[in-house]
Protein backbone atom coordinates (compact mmCIF):
# COMPACT_ATOMS: atom_id res chain seq x y z
CA UNK A 1 0.00 0.00 0.00
CA UNK A 2 1.59 3.29 -0.64
CA UNK A 3 0.86 6.45 1.46
CA UNK A 4 -1.48 9.12 0.16
CA UNK A 5 -0.12 12.14 -1.24
CA UNK A 6 -0.70 14.51 1.05
CA UNK A 7 1.68 12.77 3.43
CA UNK A 8 4.44 12.50 0.66
CA UNK A 9 3.83 16.05 0.41
CA UNK A 10 4.71 16.61 4.18
CA UNK A 11 7.12 14.31 3.86
CA UNK A 12 8.99 16.06 1.21
CA UNK A 13 8.57 19.44 2.70
CA UNK A 14 10.08 18.61 5.62
CA UNK A 15 13.28 16.86 4.15
CA UNK A 16 13.40 20.39 1.79
CA UNK A 17 13.35 22.34 4.81
CA UNK A 18 16.19 20.21 6.86
CA UNK A 19 18.59 19.39 4.03
CA UNK A 20 17.78 21.70 0.87
CA UNK A 21 20.30 20.83 -1.52
CA UNK A 22 19.43 21.14 -5.31
CA UNK A 23 19.54 16.46 -5.33
CA UNK A 24 17.06 16.40 -2.04
CA UNK A 25 14.88 19.39 -3.76
CA UNK A 26 14.64 17.90 -6.94
CA UNK A 27 14.20 14.47 -5.73
CA UNK A 28 11.37 15.84 -3.08
CA UNK A 29 10.03 17.55 -6.31
CA UNK A 30 10.33 14.35 -8.61
CA UNK A 31 8.34 12.52 -5.90
CA UNK A 32 5.44 15.03 -5.57
CA UNK A 33 5.23 15.73 -9.58
CA UNK A 34 5.98 12.43 -12.13
CA UNK A 35 6.21 14.98 -14.48
CA UNK A 36 9.49 16.06 -12.97
CA UNK A 37 12.46 14.39 -14.60
CA UNK A 38 15.13 14.09 -11.54
CA UNK A 39 17.76 14.44 -13.92
CA UNK A 40 17.02 17.60 -15.81
CA UNK A 41 16.28 19.33 -12.57
CA UNK A 42 19.59 18.54 -10.85
CA UNK A 43 21.24 19.33 -14.07
CA UNK A 44 19.59 22.55 -14.96
CA UNK A 45 19.44 23.77 -11.41
CA UNK A 46 23.41 23.24 -11.01
CA UNK A 47 23.87 25.16 -14.02
CA UNK A 48 22.47 28.68 -11.75
CA UNK A 49 24.65 30.39 -9.96
CA UNK A 50 22.30 31.08 -6.90
CA UNK A 51 21.36 27.27 -6.61
CA UNK A 52 24.34 26.48 -4.14
CA UNK A 53 22.83 26.74 -0.68
CA UNK A 54 19.65 27.89 -1.78
CA UNK A 55 16.29 26.95 -0.28
CA UNK A 56 13.21 25.30 -1.81
CA UNK A 57 11.97 28.69 -2.18
CA UNK A 58 14.84 29.48 -3.44
CA UNK A 59 15.35 26.88 -6.12
CA UNK A 60 11.91 27.75 -7.12
CA UNK A 61 13.01 31.58 -8.29
CA UNK A 62 15.80 29.86 -10.08
CA UNK A 63 13.73 27.46 -12.39
CA UNK A 64 11.57 30.23 -13.56
CA UNK A 65 14.50 32.14 -13.74
CA UNK A 66 16.03 29.65 -15.95
CA UNK A 67 12.65 29.76 -18.35
CA UNK A 68 13.11 33.23 -18.55
CA UNK A 69 16.67 32.73 -19.82
CA UNK A 70 15.72 30.08 -21.97
CA UNK A 71 12.35 31.72 -23.68
CA UNK A 72 14.50 34.48 -23.85
CA UNK A 73 16.84 32.83 -25.90
CA UNK A 74 14.27 31.66 -28.12
CA UNK A 75 12.79 34.97 -28.94
CA UNK A 76 16.82 35.66 -29.74
CA UNK A 77 16.90 33.02 -32.40
CA UNK A 78 14.14 33.65 -33.99
CA UNK A 79 15.61 38.00 -34.47
CA UNK A 80 18.18 35.87 -36.05
CA UNK A 81 16.49 34.09 -38.44
CA UNK A 82 14.33 36.34 -39.49
CA UNK A 83 17.40 39.05 -39.94
CA UNK A 84 19.21 36.46 -41.10
CA UNK A 85 16.88 35.20 -44.16
CA UNK A 86 16.71 32.05 -43.02
CA UNK A 87 12.84 32.50 -43.19
CA UNK A 88 13.07 32.14 -46.73
CA UNK A 89 9.26 31.65 -47.78
CA UNK A 90 6.29 34.14 -46.12
CA UNK A 91 4.51 31.32 -44.48
CA UNK A 92 8.07 30.45 -42.69
CA UNK A 93 7.97 34.26 -41.91
CA UNK A 94 4.79 34.88 -40.78
CA UNK A 95 5.21 31.60 -38.40
CA UNK A 96 8.83 32.86 -36.72
CA UNK A 97 7.17 36.30 -35.86
CA UNK A 98 4.12 35.03 -34.07
CA UNK A 99 6.48 32.31 -32.18
CA UNK A 100 8.62 35.54 -31.52
CA UNK A 101 6.12 36.59 -30.11
CA UNK A 102 4.83 34.38 -28.48
CA UNK A 103 8.50 33.06 -26.65
CA UNK A 104 8.39 37.41 -25.85
CA UNK A 105 5.31 36.69 -23.72
CA UNK A 106 6.39 33.22 -22.04
CA UNK A 107 9.53 35.00 -20.92
CA UNK A 108 7.36 37.60 -19.18
CA UNK A 109 4.93 34.63 -17.74
CA UNK A 110 8.49 33.11 -16.58
CA UNK A 111 9.65 36.62 -15.02
CA UNK A 112 5.77 37.00 -13.40
CA UNK A 113 6.59 33.53 -11.84
CA UNK A 114 9.86 34.81 -10.57
CA UNK A 115 8.23 37.70 -8.86
CA UNK A 116 5.21 35.85 -7.26
CA UNK A 117 7.09 33.23 -5.48
CA UNK A 118 9.72 35.71 -4.71
CA UNK A 119 5.72 37.71 -3.03
CA UNK A 120 5.76 34.05 -1.65
CA UNK A 121 1.77 33.87 -3.69
CA UNK A 122 2.47 30.26 -4.80
CA UNK A 123 -0.49 29.64 -6.54
CA UNK A 124 0.20 32.66 -8.71
CA UNK A 125 4.16 31.73 -9.40
CA UNK A 126 2.77 28.41 -10.41
CA UNK A 127 -0.17 29.77 -12.13
CA UNK A 128 2.13 32.04 -14.52
CA UNK A 129 4.69 28.93 -15.12
CA UNK A 130 2.05 27.03 -16.57
CA UNK A 131 1.34 29.66 -18.54
CA UNK A 132 4.60 30.63 -20.04
CA UNK A 133 4.77 27.01 -20.78
CA UNK A 134 1.45 26.78 -22.46
CA UNK A 135 2.29 30.12 -24.62
CA UNK A 136 5.96 28.00 -25.57
CA UNK A 137 4.42 24.98 -26.85
CA UNK A 138 1.66 27.24 -29.19
CA UNK A 139 4.59 28.06 -31.28
CA UNK A 140 4.72 24.28 -32.34
CA UNK A 141 1.18 24.48 -33.35
CA UNK A 142 1.16 28.02 -35.05
CA UNK A 143 4.10 25.77 -37.11
CA UNK A 144 1.94 22.92 -37.59
CA UNK A 145 -0.96 24.96 -38.55
CA UNK A 146 1.00 26.47 -41.70
CA UNK A 147 1.55 23.57 -42.83
CA UNK A 148 5.12 23.79 -41.83
CA UNK A 149 7.91 21.24 -40.36
CA UNK A 150 8.53 21.38 -36.87
CA UNK A 151 9.43 24.86 -35.80
CA UNK A 152 13.02 25.29 -35.13
CA UNK A 153 12.72 26.73 -31.77
CA UNK A 154 10.59 22.76 -31.03
CA UNK A 155 13.70 22.24 -28.53
CA UNK A 156 12.33 25.74 -26.24
CA UNK A 157 8.97 24.94 -26.48
CA UNK A 158 9.92 21.26 -24.68
CA UNK A 159 12.71 23.23 -22.25
CA UNK A 160 9.66 25.25 -20.76
CA UNK A 161 7.20 22.49 -20.31
CA UNK A 162 10.00 20.95 -18.37
CA UNK A 163 11.45 23.79 -16.12
CA UNK A 164 7.78 24.61 -15.36
CA UNK A 165 7.02 21.97 -14.23
CA UNK A 166 10.06 21.67 -12.07
CA UNK A 167 9.34 25.23 -10.85
CA UNK A 168 5.84 24.35 -9.79
CA UNK A 169 6.84 21.13 -7.89
CA UNK A 170 9.50 22.82 -6.06
CA UNK A 171 6.53 25.76 -5.41
CA UNK A 172 4.88 23.38 -3.81
CA UNK A 173 7.55 21.66 -1.13
CA UNK A 174 7.30 25.61 -0.05
CA UNK A 175 3.42 25.00 0.98
Not at 59 to 85: F, I, P, Q, W, Y
Request: aromatic share 6%.
Amino acid sequence: MSPPKSLLLVAAVAIAAVEATVETTCKAAAGIDAHVDYGFCVAELNKHRDSPGADAWGLAKVAANLGVNDAGGAVREADDALASGAAVDGRTRAALGQCRRLYFDAELAFAGAYDEINGRDYAAGKRMAAEAASLARRCDEVFAEAGLQQSPLARHGEYAVRIAAVCAAITDLNK
